[in-house]
């Protein structure tokens, strides 16, 4: 029968595995003792999954099943019934925790309204690493997950969020980052302080800091690999940099000798906004609005 008031019953026990993010290393001997001893484990994908264990040295005794977004609604409620049957079913994805921009959400809502244990074994987050490695505040910060792929939608999303005062975690695919961070630029402003933290804990792991501007500037060029995004939170005083006042402060350094080449790229730099914006407002003189 479900349980709603919250209370455990049966011996059924769902585990939710954190997985490496990078580095097979990474993962605790509880994971190994939990792949080895387990009923089931759900894998968002098996093969991943078989090639864990074969670097991690275990052997996974229990029936493998996959368990990814395609199939996450059906095989939720399969699960569950294997749980009310008093077995152990670990999920596990291909990074990081089920559940966290992953499957495991539904998984775990049915299992805690069928009063089954729910448990996790922790694991490394490309969530923290990334704003542990960002250099922006800490103590205060809320996740995004992926923002949304159509321009509209992500515009409306990044608009709600243009005020928010908490440090911002996003995930997002390398072939829409350079839209994002320019989509970022405009909401938030060019200059807002970000991240672009690629492949964590990998042999190629890079963080570019700097302003948005600069950052959809730089990742226009192309970007490859896993990406997490951190975003400073809006600063009550912050302003948006004045593009006329930009120009003009370029024209007032050519005047004294400066190349324009040399100003545009110390005034964008400063003012944290692309080299190629600012150039080209400068190309086309203050506006007459």
């Known amino acids: 029968m479900p349980c709603h008031n919250g209370q455990v019953t049966g011996d059924g026990r769902l585990v939710l595995a954190g997985a490496p993010i990078g580095q097979a290393g990474d993962v605790s001997p509880r994971l190994r003792d939990a792949l080895a001893s387990a009923d089931v484990v759900a894998a968002e994908d098996t093969r991943r999954l078989r090639r864990l264990a074969a670097e991690l040295g275990v052997e996974i005794p229990g029936r493998v099943v996959s368990y990814y977004d395609a199939n996450e609604a059906g095989r939720a409620q399969e699960l569950v019934e294997t749980l009310r049957e008093g077995r152990t079913v670990v999920v596990i994805t291909d990074a990081g925790m089920p559940g966290v921009s992953d499957p495991g959400y539904r998984l775990t809502r049915l299992a805690v309204e069928a009063g089954v244990r729910v448990t996790a074994l922790p694991g490394p987050s490309a969530v923290t690493t990334a704003l542990a490695v960002s250099?922006?505040?800490?103590?205060?910060?809320?996740?995004?997950?992926?923002?949304?792929?159509k321009p509209g939608e992500r515009a409306r999303r990044l608009e709600s969020l243009a005020a928010e005062e908490r440090t911002m975690v996003f995930f997002e695919a390398p072939h829409r980052l350079a839209d994002t961070l320019q989509a970022m630029a405009e909401a938030f402003?060019?200059?807002?302080?970000?991240?672009?933290?690629?492949?964590?804990?990998?042999?190629?792991?890079?963080?570019?800091?700097?302003?948005?501007?600069?950052?959809?500037?730089?990742?226009?060029?192309?970007?490859?690999?896993?990406?997490?995004?951190?975003?400073?939170?809006?600063?009550?005083?912050?302003?948006?940099?004045?593009?006329?006042?930009?120009?003009?402060?370029?024209?007032?350094?050519?005047?004294t000798g400066v190349p324009r080449k040399t100003a545009v790229a110390d005034v964008a730099k400063a003012a944290g906004v692309p080299k190629r914006e600012l150039y080209d407002a400068v190309h086309r003189g203050p506006s007459t609005a």
């Open 189 to 255: 402003g060019p200059a807002r302080p970000a991240a672009v933290c690629r492949e964590l804990t990998k042999t190629y792991e890079e963080v570019r800091r700097g302003g948005l501007g600069e950052l959809a500037a730089w990742a226009a060029q192309g970007v490859k690999g896993e990406i997490t995004l951190v975003v400073a939170g809006f600063a009550p005083g912050d302003v948006v940099p004045d593009m006329d006042d930009l120009v003009a402060e370029v024209e007032r350094r050519t005047a």
């Open 135 to 149: 250099g922006l505040p800490s103590d205060r910060f809320c996740f995004e997950g992926f923002p949304p792929r």
